[in-house]
């Protein structure tokens, strides 16, 4: 059986005495890109001093900012490849699927914290809470600022919602590896699968 942790042990102190940085409405562009460079160059130290415990908004906030940038991404892209390699793309389904998924980014991000936070619950205890996961989801998107970039994209997502995760559940929650593990994995597959098809059902709609 899994390890079940009480709540005074649950969340992992700060180790290095500095808070992991944060999304501020204030500084948009400054906080972003500090969060950004945490993700990805110091991701293990990022939540390890990472606070569980927090508001919502600001991440909600960081998750619309990085759909914002990776949509304008996105529709230079399949300009580019419009226009260079003449590809069967309808540019305007390309801004549309964009702009929806701008829209609903928080919300998808929310869905997915969901079927994580089922995970974590099932295998590390009950305490855990909504607040929590989707404050270290919605930091891991982060990374997703890299999906509009061919074969970027896949190892964007891996990164995002499985070696960032996996990272996160460990800290916070002070899970052994292995039990970390299989929690990252247990949350990974359903939400990959439901963001596959929601891939191909946005493909289908952009195609010519």
Do not use: H
């Given at each position: ?32 890109v ?34 914002a ?19 069967g793309?309808?540019?305007p ?18 869905a ?11 295998f ?27 074969i ?45 098809y929601?891939?191909?059902?946005i ?6």
């Open positions: 059986m899994f390890p079940q942790y009480s709540l005074p042990t649950l969340y992992n102190p700060l180790v290095e005495g500095a808070k992991s940085p944060e999304f501020d409405p204030k500084r948009p562009v400054a906080s972003a500090a969060v950004l460079r945490a993700v990805f160059f110091a991701p293990r130290s990022f939540y390890l001093n990472f606070t569980a415990e927090g508001p919502l908004r600001e991440p909600a906030l960081f998750v619309l900012l990085v759909s940038v990776s949509g304008v991404l996105s529709t230079v892209v399949n300009l580019i490849s419009a226009t260079i390699f003449e590809t793309v309808s540019l389904g390309v801004a549309v699927s964009n702009l929806a998924f701008f829209v609903l980014s928080p919300i998808l991000v929310g997915a914290a969901g079927v994580y936070l089922l995970s974590v619950r099932t590390i205890g009950p305490e855990a809470k909504f607040r929590e996961v989707y404050r270290l989801l919605a930091y891991a998107y982060g990374a997703m600022i890299l999906f509009p970039f061919p970027l994209n896949a190892l964007a997502f891996t990164y995002a919602t499985f070696i960032l995760m996996l990272l996160g559940i460990r800290s916070v929650y002070r899970a052994s590896f292995l039990t970390a593990l299989i929690t990252a994995l247990a949350g990974f597959v359903p939400v990959a699968l439901a963001f596959i929601l891939l191909v059902v493909n289908g709609l952009v195609a010519r």
